[in-house]
Nanobody
């Protein structure tokens, strides 16, 4: 399984971007997906997570992005999206997608995509 992140770029404060994380491979089951970000000189932090449960998806956000960012998944395309609205300069960071995916050969494993840069100008 491989994860491919896309959608980063340069935007002015107040603007929007949509990040996508596509999983490719065969015979896998998506358990959860998440977006993390890391600014220069800072630790990587969890931005949003979507967890598949028997009763539906469970979603969590970092307080710093709640009400501005929305995480969702497209089951048909094995893709997790992060819609980012009202972006602020402090959202500037490299964004990484992660997914916990089950395959018959490896069981449930965390996979990571390469980072995509988001830069918000003031």
């Amino acid at each position: 399984v491989q994860l491919q992140a896309s959608g980063g770029g340069l935007v002015q404060a107040g603007g929007s971007l949509r990040l996508s994380c596509a999983a490719s491979g065969s015979s896998f089951i998506f358990n959860s997906g998440a977006w993390y970000r890391q600014a220069p000189g800072e630790q990587r932090e969890l931005v949003a997570r979507i967890l598949r449960t028997a009763s539906g998806d469970r979603i969590n956000y970092s307080p710093s992005v709640k009400d501005r960012f929305t995480i969702s998944r497209d089951n048909a395309k094995n893709t997790v999206h992060l819609q980012m609205n009202n972006l602020k300069p402090e959202d500037t960071a490299a964004y990484y997608c992660s997914a916990n995916i089950y395959t018959p050969t490896r069981g449930s494993v965390d996979y990571w995509g390469k980072g995509t840069q988001v830069t918000v100008s003031s």
